[in-house]
């Protein structure tokens, strides 16, 4: 797991350009987007931003609640790998949000780093 440190974390009132700022300082493949309490609310990959360009060439002005997507997969920080597997075959989704009992990221799994550990 990426800790938080090392995670893309904004709020929705960002945009979609600095969302994309964020992704490559971070060198991430998604934001995660929080409430004023910090708490987990939506995502944005960059794989939304391929997919809304196609659509709309002025979407890096577009602020990340309007493009988002709500309530996105997560898992619990105290969940077992194996989990973590099954959310990612069932769901195929290339990043996975930790979040803690109230729903703060903590952490991101991104898929290419299951390949680093060993675990795909």
């Known amino acids: 797991m990426r800790t938080r440190e090392k995670m893309a974390i904004l709020t929705g009132l960002a945009t979609v350009n600095e969302a994309l700022d964020l992704i490559a300082r971070k060198r991430a493949g998604a934001v995660a987007v929080t409430d004023k309490q910090g708490r987990l609310v939506g995502i944005y990959t960059h794989g939304d931003f391929t997919r809304g360009y196609q659509k709309n060439v002025h979407i890096g002005r577009a602020k990340l609640a309007d493009v988002m ?7 619990r920080v105290d969940k077992l790998a194996v989990e973590v597997l099954n959310l990612f075959e069932a ?3 290339g ?26």
């Open 69 to 75: 997507i709500p309530k996105p997969i997560t898992v």
């Open 91 to 93: 769901h195929r989704i």
């Open 95 to 120: 990043d996975l949000i930790v979040v803690d009992r109230r729903n703060h990221p903590v952490g991101l799994v991104d898929a290419q780093d299951l390949a680093k550990v060993k675990l795909l």
